[in-house]
């Protein structure tokens, strides 16, 4: 039969022959865009439309991201993001201050990490978007909220830019020579290179890129309990001996494990990147669903189990643990060129963090326009579905911050770095308190994500009140005091602009308190509006109502 051409109705989309709009008609079911998330002005709940694209390859003032990633390439990031370079080179630092009590540190933050993704998860598989908590943020708090978390977020990633930079170039000087700012600029190039090309470049660089950490890993896992149990030849080290024979399990006191805990808890930020890059694969709400429930078996093998072999088989205040907590322990099991393979590692490791920290960025620059928070520039994306003027723009920062690595003063860059330092536990913060008025509208609405917050909402007080005390720890801790209070600044100057911006786009708007300027639908002709059960804006309960360009 020949598809119809009758015209639809004012203010209606066009609809294929099946009944669905053109952008969704190959959707699969479990999209991030359902059926029921298009607007009656036939843009996407999301704020993206599919249709405008340009003859230049550039799509108009809101463009749609590419569906690029696989489920390997998701499942892959889930697990690539639990696992930085300090897990691999940073967590001798925590071992040197608690002695084997750091086993409790790491316990400690990753059941805060477990719960905050359980309930990010939560809100991720009711309404997939590239925003993530941030725009969650948005729609349960208030706009100043989102407005401020996400740039806070957009901020930390920036400053990763410049530390993993600087990591993989001091490992590519030491091997071929040359300058080391020339080689982080280099690895930096390329990699925002191939962000460019495609979401799925991203992908599958991830998805090598962690493979090989989580390979290392398993393989150093597995040589330790061989070690432990005296199975392998030589004597460098076995048993649990160290566990208590070198001053106790917590040498240092029960304080220092509170110390620890600080140093452990950020080396588990990256865990919620999947809920951004989720919204770019086919199935969203299922990878999101995967990844959080795999958590605890992942941050427990990759964690706790490696860590657990290092205070085994080492003395937690020997010297070479300062080369690196996997290095030193190979080295004592006589494993050759442990040096070397170790090297190649947190190579792969950094450069996967880098990889991570461009398209993080990026795609929360992407959210932050869509909803007129940013550049409109920002919310253009390429033919392939890509954001490339907010990968540029974020980029263009994380080159100026690498630069000041080399040439700014050392105590000037030092605070450029510290002001990012208590980002992350704000970032818990908002997403726990987030999800607390967030279960209220699902509730209200009768909905069941596919992911449910434990005991709720017991749990999620418990954890506002841990990360409340941790920041107060952090406030009375000499060696964090200083990143408190630059990223409390940095916080407070960014609810303030919320807040205005907020009051500004209110006054645009006219009578309706709720409804923002970017809520309109390009042209004379503002798009109806259902609202949510408590009165709250909203388009559907199961969507992302972020705002298109005026």
């Known amino acids: 039969m020949a598809p119809s051409t009758s015209q639809p109705p004012a203010g209606q989309p066009e609809r294929a022959p099946d009944g669905t709009t053109p952008h969704t008609a190959d959707r699969p079911p479990d999209d991030a865009v359902d059926d029921d998330r298009v607007r009656g002005d036939g843009v996407r709940d999301d704020g993206v439309?599919?249709?405008?694209?340009?003859?230049d390859g550039v799509r108009g003032d809101t463009g749609r991201l590419a569906h690029g990633l696989k489920r390997r390439h998701v499942t892959m990031i889930s697990i690539g993001g639990v696992i930085g370079a300090g897990l691999f080179v940073g967590s001798s630092a925590a071992i040197a201050t608690a002695g084997p009590a750091v086993l409790v540190s790491f316990v400690l933050a990753a059941a805060l990490v477990v719960l905050v993704m359980r309930m990010l998860g939560e809100?991720?598989?009711?309404?997939?978007?590239?925003g993530s908590f941030s725009t969650y943020a948005d729609q349960a708090l208030g706009h100043w909220a989102g407005?401020?978390?996400?740039?806070?977020?957009?901020?930390?990633?920036?400053?990763?830019?410049p530390i993993e930079a600087t990591a993989a170039a001091r490992i590519l000087a030491g091997w071929c020579g040359g300058p080391a700012w020339l080689w982080a600029l280099g690895v930096t190039l390329a990699l925002t290179g191939s962000n460019l090309l495609s979401v799925a470049n991203y992908g599958e660089f991830e998805y090598w890129f962690a493979l090989v950490k989580v390979v290392a890993i398993c393989a150093f896992v597995a040589l330790g309990v061989l070690a432990v149990l005296g199975l392998l030849?030589?004597?460098?080290?076995?048993g649990i001996s160290h566990l208590t024979s070198d001053g106790g399990f917590a040498p240092n006191g029960w304080t220092a494990v509170v110390a620890a805990l600080l140093t452990a808890m950020f080396s588990f930020q990256g865990s919620e990147v999947v809920t951004i890059a989720a919204a770019e694969s086919a199935t969203p709400r299922e990878g999101v669903r995967k990844a959080v429930n795999a958590v605890v078996w992942r941050l427990g093998l990759f964690y706790l189990g490696s860590t657990f072999v290092v205070v085994c088989l080492v003395p937690w205040d020997a010297a070479g643990l300062e080369v690196g907590s996997y290095q030193f322990t190979l080295e004592r099991m006589h494993v050759p060129?442990?040096?070397p393979i170790m090297d190649v590692v947190v190579l792969v490791a950094v450069a996967s963090c880098l990889n991570s920290a461009l398209y993080t960025a990026s795609r929360m620059a992407y959210s932050l326009a869509l909803r007129n928070d940013a550049p409109a520039s920002w919310r253009r994306v390429t033919a392939r579905g890509v954001p490339r003027h907010a990968i540029l723009s974020s980029t263009a920062v994380g080159f100026l911050a690498v630069a000041g690595n080399y040439f700014l003063p050392q105590k000037l860059f030092g605070y450029l770095m510290a002001s990012s330092g208590a980002i992350a536990l704000m970032m818990y913060l908002t997403i726990a308190v987030t999800q607390l008025a967030m279960r209220r509208r699902t509730d209200a609405a009768g909905e069941t994500p596919q992911v449910r917050m434990w005991l709720h909402p017991w749990l999620t007080l418990m954890t506002i009140a841990f990360i409340v005390a941790v920041l107060l720890i952090m406030a009375v801790t000499p060696g964090h005091r200083l990143e408190l209070w630059l990223s409390l600044t940095l916080s407070a100057v960014l609810v303030l602009a919320g807040l205005y911006v907020q009051r500004r786009q209110r006054r645009r708007s006219g009578s309706d308190p709720h409804e923002r300027a970017g809520d309109r639908a390009p042209g004379p002709r503002a798009r109806p509006h259902a609202r949510w059960p408590d009165g709250a804006r909203g388009d559907h309960p199961a969507t992302s109502p972020t705002r298109s360009a005026r």
């Open 49 to 55: 439309s599919g249709d405008n694209v340009r003859g």
């Open 123 to 130: 809100m991720a598989t009711a309404r997939p978007d590239t």
């Open 147 to 161: 407005f401020a978390v996400g740039w806070l977020y957009w901020w930390f990633y920036v400053l990763v830019i």
């Open 233 to 238: 030849p030589g004597d460098g080290a076995a």
């Open 337 to 339: 060129a442990a040096g």
